[in-house]
C-alpha cells in the first residue's frame, strides 16, 4: 500500500466517502477526522441525510470550527431522490473558498456506490474520489441476517476500499478476531482492514491506494486456495488498457492468473460472458466494470453466478486452469471485449 500525493491530481479535490449502516458511527468518525486534518488544510463536509431533519449536519457544526464549510442534502439518498440538488449543493460549498478536501457522510439507508458514480461522471473536472472508508459495529455482524441478506449493508461492505470495525470497544471475544477474518476473506480484497474505538480513523487512511504488482503466491498455498476460489489480493495501479497482470506458480496441477484492470475501462458483456464461459477454466472469479453496470462473475462446477456489484476501485479477475495457458494470449482477448466506443 501507499499513499497518493497531491501531486497525483493537483486541481481537482481528494474526496472520500464514508459509508455504514445506520448508527455505525459515521458523524463521529468525521467530527474526528476533522480535529486530526493538518491544521493547515481547509475541509469541507457534505453530509447526505435520509430524512429531512438535519440532525447530523447541526451535530457537525456544533463541534467544529466555525469557519468549516459543511452542507446537507436531506430527503432521500443523493444518487436517486435528491441528485438534481448535488450539483448546487457543491457549489455552494465549495466556491469562493480554498477546500483541501471533501469528506461525504453517505446515508446509513443510501446507495454509496450510485453516489461515487455520480460524481465520477458529472464531476470528475472538480473531485478526485480517494479510498471510500467503511465502518460497521460488533452489533452489525452479529444482527441475524444483517451480513448475508442485508442489500444495503452488502453494498456498503463491497464499495468500501478501508473497512473498519468501529466501536470495537464493545465487541465481545472472539469479534474483532471474527471480523478480520470475515473481512479478509472478501473478494475482491481491501486495501486495509483494522479496528477502531469512537471512530477514529486515521487521515492517512483516506488516500491509501494499491500500487506494486507482485507475485502471487508459492506452489502449497496455490493448491490449498483452489478450492476456495480465492487469491491473495494483488497490488497493483493499472492504466486504462493496461492491465496489470500476476501469475502463480504451477501447484497441484493447477495454474492461476490474474488481472487487474483501470476503472475506466468498460468490458462488453456479451463479448466478456463469451470469454468467461469457456470450458478450459476450472475457476473464476471476478469483478467488472461494463457499460451498463458492474458486475461480479463466480464461476465454479457448479455454474457461473452473475450479479450487479459494488466494487468500483477497478475490475478485476482470477482464473484456474487444469491445463498450462498461454497467459499472454488471454490478456490480448481480455483486452479485446473492451468497449471501443465509450
Do not use: Y
Not at 213 to 231: E, K, T
Amino acid at each position: 500500500m501507499t499513499l497518493t500525493t497531491p501531486m497525483d491530481s493537483a486541481a481537482r479535490i481528494p474526496t472520500n466517502l464514508l459509508t455504514g449502516f445506520l448508527g455505525a458511527g459515521k458523524t463521529t468518525s468525521i467530527l474526528h477526522l476533522l480535529s486530526a486534518k493538518p491544521a493547515n488544510e481547509q475541509w469541507a463536509v457534505l453530509v447526505n441525510e435520509f430524512g429531512d431533519v438535519g440532525i447530523d449536519q447541526a451535530l457537525i457544526e456544533g463541534d467544529s470550527p466555525e469557519d468549516l464549510a459543511i452542507q446537507e442534502v436531506g430527503g432521500g439518498c443523493f444518487c436517486c431522490t435528491t441528485a438534481m440538488n448535488l450539483p448546487v449543493v457543491l457549489h455552494l460549498l465549495l466556491s469562493g473558498r480554498k477546500v483541501d478536501r471533501l469528506l461525504i457522510e453517505t446515508s446509513g439507508l443510501g446507495h454509496p456506490a450510485g453516489i461515487l458514480d455520480l460524481l465520477r461522471q458529472d464531476h470528475a473536472d472538480k473531485l478526485e474520489p480517494r479510498a471510500t472508508v467503511g465502518l460497521v459495529t460488533p452489533s452489525d455482524l452479529r444482527s441475524p441476517g444483517m451480513v448475508d441478506e442485508n442489500l444495503i449493508f452488502r453494498q456498503q461492505v463491497e464499495l468500501a476500499d478501508v473497512l473498519l470495525l468501529n466501536q470495537v470497544d464493545r465487541a465481545k471475544p472472539g469479534e474483532e478476531e471474527a471480523f478480520r477474518l470475515w473481512a479478509g476473506g472478501l473478494f475482491p480484497a481491501k486495501v486495509h482492514v483494522d479496528a477502531i474505538e469512537r471512530g477514529r480513523i486515521e487521515p492517512a487512511w483516506l488516500d491509501l491506494v494499491v500500487e506494486r504488482p507482485h507475485r502471487l503466491v508459492g506452489f502449497r498455498q496455490v493448491a490449498d486456495v483452489v478450492g476456495q476460489g480465492v487469491l491473495p489480493k494483488p497490488e497493483a495501479r493499472p492504466e486504462p488498457c493496461k492491465p496489470v497482470r500476476f501469475a502463480s506458480p504451477q501447484a497441484g496441477g493447477m495454474w492461476a492468473c490474474g488481472w487487474v484492470f483501470h476503472a475506466e475501462d468498460r468490458f462488453d458483456e456479451g463479448s466478456l460472458l463469451q470469454l468467461l464461459g469457456q470450458s478450459r477454466w476450472v475457476r473464476l472469479k471476478g469483478v467488472f466494470h461494463t457499460v451498463d453496470c458492474w458486475m461480479s462473475v463466480n464461476r465454479s462446477a457448479g455454474g457461473m453466478d452473475l450479479r450487479e456489484s459494488c466494487h468500483r476501485r477497478d475490475s478485476r479477475l482470477e482464473i484456474f486452469a487444469a491445463d498450462e495457458m498461454d497467459w499472454a494470449w488471454v490478456e490480448r482477448e481480455l483486452l479485446g471485449c473492451l468497449d471501443r466506443f465509450d
